[in-house]
């Protein structure tokens, strides 16, 4: 025992020279340890302090993009077409609404939510971030925002906010011109500049909305403003305002363009007038139309359902994208490609016996008066509209030249005019039949051609925009319909440079005397097919009548209104230009299904002329 | 012997105050406390910033501080011989309670640690984290040191059959804590420098073997996650990546108190509680963060002293194991926010909100103060 407690005393002494040995050892370790972590935080604070501070900004600084307020869009006369109205939308942030489901029953007491509107709105709680406030109810009126605004209180986390609103004041008068806006959906964000488009919520899809989209957006603006890891903002800092909008001035006249859709009654039918001078497009006109303003936050279903299924097509902009035959209103431009070529004189005439048959054919080309119209020059077949003189005229002139010179006036090609989706209508040809067709040329549809039947299509707009050529004597220019745009702060707006096209130059400008002449007996003469839409007019005009088959009728078949539906009926077609020694004004205009366009579409024209003249007059 | 200078009144011990007698028949430690309560007042500070300016949360902190510092008291009055005669019952307590936990405990946040006691609910890891260091050094407290090699064998099974139950839990970061305790104790009862290297590369295999086998997929991540936060920078890597902005966006002088942007925005997770370290950082910069360590720096010296001055090998070993541990707590969350550790969900010793790691601390530090201040007595 005594060895052992010496043993331990001894021991007892070493352990404490261990002990004291090992907790130097630690000690030091720990000030090693405490020297690294010194370091460490010197690293990060010191060394890599201007490194973490960007970041730092980074997390706290978000740029919020502001929308720029869309241009105006007016008529050329100053009246507004397309506005921005401030209207209230309900919005609900499913982070701070208690139960969504009460919150919409609650709703639902003071306000009508449609089965559309939760639709949507359950589709886009889907998409968007709990704390994100999505939309449940659009253009909510003044009593409706009221009632909320007094329930307040007991609905956290539903608010109504003001926002900007395309709004049309005149409805459907001029849609297919003005076209509209409607919410950016999924495809158009693959084609729209996302930091241009950041806050925009609607972009321009149809019509001068949207071929002049890039004007009237504007520029994005920022907002500085500093966010907390869950995105909310917490404050406010500095930022670039945003660049609203050009406004922009169309060439159209309203007023103009509303005598034209009301002068249709409710016939379907385009119509385009246009200001030779300049190409400025006065009034565009697809018949029958549709109210714009119901696509802006979102057509509902069955209202898109009843436009698009609709036989008549309301949707469909038939004066740069229907393709009618242009029946007889040709006829000026086969002239003058007959004379020019020096096929016929003016003094030439033929015999009208009411038909006309080629050799070795027993066919008969029927004229549309079944008792021909006996002798007949290049004048009178115009202005009486005779078609044997032409079937005759076209024969002999062959379609290689009536294709290469009618091409001069822009047929078969898109016009150029600064609105989308024109289509280029079909001059025929021998190359594009055996392109197209795999077929030769015959000599029966030369004499179809020559009257505006057969393979050949139009649009209203390349008509129009024929007449105007023929207006000026072959000064061609690119119809447009922009007038000018005006800068938000800048004093004059800018007017638009027209572009002008390759003149029709004739070897014999008389000739334009002789065509124009004719056209003019057309609505003056004694026999005129349009005799009677020139009484009383205090100006001179120039016009040719057409009408269009719709359907071919069977040799020795009689065309008989009654029998025919609707439908199948001929379209009445017409062309004009006044006053005809100082044009100010061309239309071409067709009404689908009304029969002969002496009767049916030249008093439109009347109106039309008459509504912009007199206006004209006016300001002078 | 640093620590002399470190605190220069230690070397007048005899010539004490009156203040110094006081504190002595309270059985507290004048360096010890002031500088604990120095750092329960910086970490209310901090947390008024962290939690938004809550004072609601800021009341229920200062309450815990207030338990922890009477249970502190409470424990200082106990002498070291009664201390040590309670070590083995304790650790059997404490170790009934940790199998039960995982037969009956209830499940928070995915991991089995808390008993449910009525009204209290218990987290028996915890009174291990006292328990299993102070039956290592009841352990070794009569035997011959440096110790043989079969008491060694005993003593590791000692320790490694509880952080085994602790890390099935799973708790990691407390089963880490656990094994370093035990370690401490190893280490400062002198275990050979050969057997330490011997154990090291021993532990190579063993950390292998426990990747493969032995951890869930969410501890795996973290270590993963460490290696390179921006694998994940939403997910686990996030922590890391938002921690160490805050805190190399304090610079040197700190953004000021409650001015932090990464903290206040709601960047900086878990602001409150594991990572407030980097609040202090940010706010504060690297000037504040010296500050703290040098506080920390002076408990740990202070605990080192009076481990050297304890007279029994059961105090000594107990007391330098305690300090350790609380440097290993102190270490591995600033590794871990500051990006030099993993994230093990480990606690700032008196500045992270919590309850029941914070009066585990204040006990061990009651012990402390018990060796320190009976010591003297028994001297007189």
Not at chain 1, 531 to 559: C, D, P, S, W
Not at chain 1, 580 to 601: C, F, M, R, T
Not at chain 2, 339 to 361: A, N, Y
Request: some cysteine; overall charge neutral; hydrophobic content about 45%.
């Amino acid at each position: 025992m005594v060895q052992f407690s010496r043993l331990t005393l001894k021991d007892h002494f070493r352990e404490t020279h261990l002990f004291n040995h090992r907790i130097l050892v630690a000690g030091a370790g720990v000030m090693v340890l405490f020297l690294a972590l010194a370091i460490r935080i010197f690293y990060l604070q010191v060394i890599q302090h201007d490194h973490y501070s960007t970041l730092s900004e980074d997390n706290r600084y978000t740029l919020l993009p502001l929308a720029p307020t869309r241009g105006l869009i007016y008529d050329r006369n100053g009246i507004l077409l397309a506005q921005n109205l401030p209207t209230f939308t309900l919005e609900l942030t499913p982070a701070k609404l208690p139960n969504l489901n009460d919150t919409l029953k609650t709703l639902e007491q003071m306000i009508s939510i449609s089965l559309e509107d939760k639709k949507r709105f359950y589709k886009l709680i889907k998409k968007r971030r709990r704390f994100d406030s999505i939309p449940l109810r659009f253009r909510l009126s003044d009593e409706e925002v009221a009632r909320i605004a007094v329930n307040q209180y007991r609905l956290p986390g539903v608010r109504v906010n003001a926002e900007l609103t395309r709004h049309y004041p005149h409805g459907s008068l001029a849609s297919h011109a003005i076209g509209y806006v409607a919410r950016i959906s999924e495809d158009d964000l693959q084609k729209l500049d996302p930091t241009r488009y950041a806050a925009t919520r609607y972009v321009g899809k149809v019509g001068v909305e949207k071929a002049y989209e890039d004007i009237l957006h504007g520029e994005v603006g920022y907002q500085e403003v500093e966010i907390n890891a869950q995105g909310r903002e917490v404050e406010v800092r500095q930022g670039t305002l945003p660049v609203p909008g050009k406004n922009i001035y169309l060439s159209l006249d309203l007023n103009v363009q509303r005598v034209a859709e009301q002068s249709y009654g409710d016939y379907s039918g385009a119509l385009v007038a246009i200001d030779p001078n300049d190409g400025s497009i006065l009034a565009l006109v697809s018949l029958p139309t549709f109210d714009p303003n119901l696509f802006v936050n979102g057509i509902d279903t069955d209202t898109y359902q009843e436009l698009n299924a609709s036989p008549s097509q309301p949707l469909f902009n038939r004066a740069l994208q229907g393709r009618y035959p242009p029946g007889s209103t040709i006829k000026p431009f086969v002239g003058l490609a007959a004379l020019e070529n020096n096929t016929v004189t003016p003094e030439k005439t033929i015999y009208c016996p009411g038909y006309y048959t080629l050799k070795n054919d027993d066919r008969h080309y029927r004229d549309w008066r079944k008792e021909g119209h006996g002798q007949t020059n290049l004048a009178k077949a115009i202005t009486e509209s005779c078609d044997v003189y032409f079937y005759d005229l076209a024969l002999n002139l062959n379609i290689d030249k009536m294709q290469q010179f009618l091409a001069q006036f822009g047929f078969g090609k898109p016009t150029g005019v600064d609105l989308r989706d024109e289509v280029s209508g079909l001059l025929p040809s021998r190359e594009w039949k055996l392109r197209a067709q795999h077929q030769a040329w015959y000599p029966g549809e030369t004499i179809i051609t020559g009257i505006g039947q057969g393979y050949w299509l139009t649009t209203p707009l390349q008509l129009a925009n024929a007449t105007a050529a023929i207006a000026t004597r072959g000064h061609r220019l690119q119809p447009h319909i922009l007038h000018a745009t005006h800068e938000v702060g800048v004093e004059q707006p800018v007017d638009f440079t027209p572009v002008a096209l390759p003149d029709i130059n004739l070897k014999h400008p008389e000739n334009w005397d002789t065509i124009i002449n004719a056209m003019h007996n057309v609505i003056h003469g004694p026999n005129g097919t349009a005799r009677g839409i020139g009484v009383n007019a205090k100006y001179q005009m120039a016009g040719k009548t057409g009408t269009a088959q719709v359907f071919g009728l069977k040799e020795g078949e009689k065309y008989d209104v009654k029998k025919v539906s609707k439908h199948l009926r001929d379209h009445a077609l017409f062309i004009a230009f006044a006053p005809v020694d100082n044009p100010q004004i061309a239309v071409a205009l067709i009404v689908e299904n009304a029969g002969g366009g002496g009767a049916n579409a030249a008093p439109i024209a009347r109106k039309v002329i008459d509504a912009y003249l007199e206006e004209e007059e006016q300001d002078e | 012997m640093i620590f002399k200078r470190v605190i220069p009144e230690y070397a007048e011990e005899n010539r004490l105050s009156t203040g110094r007698r006081v504190l002595l028949l309270l059985h507290l430690d004048f360096t010890l406390i002031t500088s604990l309560l120095l750092l329960a007042v910086v970490g209310l500070i901090v947390l008024y910033s962290a939690s938004d300016q809550n004072m609601e949360l800021l009341a229920k902190q200062s309450l815990r501080l207030l338990l922890g510092f009477v249970v502190m008291f409470l424990v200082a009055q106990l002498t070291p011989e009664t201390i040590k005669y309670w070590s083995p019952w304790l650790f059997v307590i404490g170790f009934i309670m940790l199998v039960l936990v995982l037969v009956v405990g209830d499940v928070g946040k995915g991991a089995q640690r808390w008993l449910s006691l009525g009204v209290l609910s218990f987290q028996p890891s915890e009174l291990m984290k006292i328990a299993l260091p102070m039956l290592i050094a009841w352990y070794f407290a009569d035997t011959v040191l440096p110790p043989s090699f079969m008491r060694v064998i005993g003593a590791c099974l000692l320790f490694a059959v509880p952080t085994y139950v602790v890390a099935l839990q799973p708790d990691l970061g407390t089963a880490m804590v656990l094994a370093a305790s035990g370690t401490f104790v190893l280490f400062l009862a002198g275990l050979r420098w050969r057997t330490i290297i011997i154990g090291i590369l021993l532990l190579i295999p063993t950390l292998w073997i426990m990747w493969h086998y032995g951890m869930h997929d969410y501890q795996r991540k973290r270590v993963i996650t460490f290696l390179n936060p921006e694998t994940d920078p939403l997910g686990a890597g996030y922590h890391i990546i938002q921690s160490t902005i805050a805190i190399g966006s304090g610079g040197i002088y700190g953004k000021g108190w409650l001015e932090g942007t990464q903290s206040h925005l709601d960047f900086l997770p878990e602001r409150r509680t594991d990572f407030i370290f980097a609040v202090f950082s940010e706010e504060f910069g690297f000037l504040g963060t010296l500050l703290l360590l040098l506080l920390y720096a002076v408990i740990i010296g202070r605990g080192i002293v009076i481990a050297t001055q304890a007279q029994s090998t059961y105090t000594r070993l107990l007391a330098g194991s305690i300090i350790l541990t609380f440097f290993v707590y102190v270490f591995i969350n600033i590794g871990m926010v500051s990006g030099l550790l993993p994230v093990v969900g480990i606690p700032l010793p008196l500045i992270s909100f919590g309850g029941t790691s914070l009066v585990t601390i204040m006990a061990s530090f009651g012990i402390l103060m018990s060796i320190a201040t009976h010591r003297k007595l028994v001297s007189t």
